[in-house]
């Protein structure tokens, strides 16, 4: 079968787009998909491992993840609305300060 | 090359693509579209680690309710073609030197401690069960469980809070 290398391999490549996006990108959405893709990138780690040590533990811990991104993802998305509603837009650069 | 192996680097390669394809798109619905054939090519790799029930429900909650949240938020706001500012002129170099400098560490950690020999298995019944899933889930990690549960709510009512026009508003309209 395939080495557990080439999983942590593809995992660790999909967590530093993930930063580059966080660090490059100034539209809060996609700072956002960028964070989703580092929790995928975990994720991932966990059920390689889970299926190198023949345990279900790794997959549960998918199921806590996948519903605190959900959750963050809730409270987020709100906070953007929220903020665009105030300033007319969600580049990460024009909310530098925290007056309303 | 075996097979299997093949088919994990054609998903990997579509994976890391639409991630690719994500960070550099210029509209920001092709980069939710983008990241959602992301979540399926990551769902296609936990099957073949013999995970069904964790890919499925990336397929359903990841690629059908957060990003369909996402879709929404984007269509609600407009924001689909907003004007971006240039970054700061040091950023650029310095975030994708920063990540080079991760994606070696990690190569250098993986190489050095973890090597070719240790091989994934391959699908099995029993870490394909999604009864044992449920039983950890509602037995060992009862608490954490309960936790997430709890974090759910506050981010339902944080998230109504949130949104709700506040009463100068309310008082306007």
Known sequence: MIPLVYYLGLAVILFALGILGVLLRKNALVVFMSLELMFNAANLVFIAFSNFYQILDGQTLVIFVMTTAAAEVAVGLALMVTIFRHRGSIDVDQTKDLKG | ?173
């Open chain 2, 1 to 173: 090359m075996t097979p299997q192996l093949f088919v994990f680097l054609v998903i990997a390669a579509i994976a890391v693509i639409a991630a690719v394809a994500m960070l550099l798109s210029r509209n920001t619905v092709y980069s939710a579209l983008y990241l959602i054939v992301n979540f399926l090519a990551i769902a296609a790799i936990y099957l073949s680690l013999g995970a069904p029930f964790v890919a499925l429900a990336q397929v359903t909650v990841y690629a059908g309710a957060i990003m369909v949240l996402f879709l929404f938020v984007i269509m609600m706001l407009g924001a689909e073609k907003l004007k971006e500012q240039e970054p700061l002129k040091w950023q650029r170099p310095l975030a994708i030197f920063l990540s080079l400098a991760l994606v070696g560490e990690a190569v250098y950690a993986l190489t050095s401690h973890i090597g070719q020999d240790f091989l994934t298995q391959p699908p099995t019944d029993t870490l394909a069960d999604p009864k044992a899933i449920g039983a950890l889930l509602f037995n060992q990690y009862s608490l954490p469980f309960e936790i997430t549960s709890i974090i759910l709510l506050v981010a339902a009512v944080g998230a109504v809070v949130l949104t709700r026009a506040g009463k100068k508003e309310e008082e306007k309209s």
